[in-house]
């Protein structure tokens, strides 16, 4: 079993890890890095609960073989919470009761900052388009999207 | 999971150079949203997989009248494809965004239905496929490409690496129809490319998902249009056609009786739309 050095760049930090053939970015993760805030829901790519940004484009953690991400750009929720405080996608959630058990929250606020990154003022069908790789057992959906209509508003079209 | 090595090519020649030595024991891997699920899952435990990401089959070109498709182009990709329509909207109807960004035009040839559907949009198209080994190169239509259940006729050795489209000189229509409106595996997709002189059809595409073992042409129905003109009564013999030419299954999703009725109606609907378009 050869184990290879990976070196990519995770939420702006230059990292390098040694990870057995084929294991994916959620496994090195959670398990690894102990970054848990990207969530094992299905493991099957169908509930986004796992999902991070590489190079800002949304992608299923538990799908993505570490090896393929070597010399990319890497982004959790951990990388996009100012520490102290939270960013304005994270307020807005907590503020328009969008979370209820919160195993979906950070893939959701990954792909909407994705979103809000790309179009600073998405329509609310553009929102509903974003996220549905995204599943929420709670909330019905309603609350996370009028939190995204929210933070859209409140940036202004300056993301971060 | 108890893969022992993982390649990462990082050229065709380089791919194809490992399919030769490790053949068929090696698991190809495009955008890995087929693959990883069942490894994760412990269905499957290949112990040499090849992924390529890295292998430089992430292009489109559009050299005269044709689309050149890397076979690793991501179906976000072809959401730009403003010459084609159709294909835009046949990706922009598979997963959500980040399965999108994930899973390729190439991969989704090899997607057991009822996954597949951007595959029989290309099969509408009458789209090329280029086939590398170490051995050389050759092209073969998408339509003959597939031979049975997860079955092709890929030889040993042999990667897809392209796929051409030529631009639709017909006018296409897609409809995909699943239980969902986003993110849903299908009861059945239509693909149709229809060609029209005045009131004749001079030539007619019509491709099925998920009702058969693969993406398949829908031959009887596109008999009866060969030659007559499109319009309800024309339509509706073909959509009947079509309904009993498939070979739906059940699964999780849909009854074979539910889908050979779904292909009646969406076969309808699919080319009316095309009479509305004219």
Redesign the interface.
């Known amino acids: 079993m050869a184990s290879k050095i990976v070196t990519f760049t995770l939420n702006g930090r230059r990292i390098e890890v040694l990870v057995k053939p084929l294991t994916t970015v959620q496994t090195l993760l959670r398990d690894q890095l102990g970054l848990t805030s990207t969530k094992a829901g299905c493991k099957q790519g169908g509930c986004g609960s796992c999902t991070v940004l590489v190079n800002g484009d949304p992608m299923m953690s538990c799908l993505l073989p570490v090896e393929d991400v070597q010399g990319q750009e890497v982004t959790t929720l951990e990388g996009i919470t100012p520490t102290p405080g939270l960013h304005i996608i994270q307020e807005v959630f907590y503020e328009n009761f969008a979370i209820q058990c919160g195993y979906c929250t950070p893939g959701m606020i990954m792909v909407s900052k994705a979103l809000l990154d790309r179009n600073p003022h998405p329509g609310r069908e553009e929102i509903i388009d974003a996220l549905t790789g995204n599943y929420c057992r709670c909330t019905g959906y309603e609350p996370i999207i009028q939190a995204i209509e929210e933070a859209a508003r409140r940036m202004n079209g300056n993301g971060n | 999971?108890n893969?022992?090595?993982?390649f990462?090519p990082q050229s065709v020649n380089e791919a194809t150079q490992l399919l030769a030595k490790h053949g068929p024991f090696m698991l190809v891997m495009a955008?890995?949203?087929i693959a990883?699920?069942l490894?994760?899952?412990g269905i499957s435990f290949p112990q040499k997989?090849m992924?390529l990401?890295?292998a430089g089959l992430s292009y489109v070109t559009k050299p005269n009248g044709k689309i050149t498709i890397g076979a690793m182009s991501t179906l976000?990709q072809m959401l730009d494809l403003k010459e084609i329509p159709i294909l835009q909207e046949a990706a922009h109807q598979v997963?959500?965004?980040?399965?999108r960004?994930?899973g390729t035009v190439g991969g989704n040839l090899f997607a057991p239905p009822p996954a597949g559907d951007f595959a029989a949009a290309l099969m509408a198209l009458d789209a090329q496929l280029k086939l590398v080994s170490t051995a050389g190169a050759r092209i073969i239509s998408l339509t003959d490409f597939y031979t049975g259940f997860m079955t092709t006729a890929l030889s040993p050795g042999e990667l897809v690496t392209e796929i051409q489209v030529p631009v639709p000189t017909g006018k296409t229509a897609y409809l995909k129809y699943g239980r969902k409106h986003?993110?849903t595996p299908a009861v059945v997709t239509v693909a149709a490319q229809i060609e029209l002189d005045g009131e004749g059809v001079t030539n007619s595409r019509i491709a099925l998902n998920a009702v058969g073992p693969h993406p398949i042409r829908a031959s009887k129905a596109e008999e009866i249009l060969s030659g007559s003109p499109l319009n309800p009564t024309t339509i509706n013999m073909a959509a009947s056609a079509a309904a009993e030419e498939c070979e739906p299954f059940s699964d999780a999703i849909a009854t074979e009786w539910y889908r050979r009725k779904m292909v009646e109606v969406y076969v309808r609907r699919t080319l009316t739309k095309i009479t509305d378009r004219r």
Do not use: Q, S
Request: aromatic share 8%; glycine share 18%; hydrophobic share 35%.
């Open positions: 999971m893969t022992r090595e993982y990462l955008g890995g949203t990883m699920p490894i994760n899952e997989v992924g990401r890295r976000t997963g959500g965004w980040a399965i960004n994930m986003a993110n």
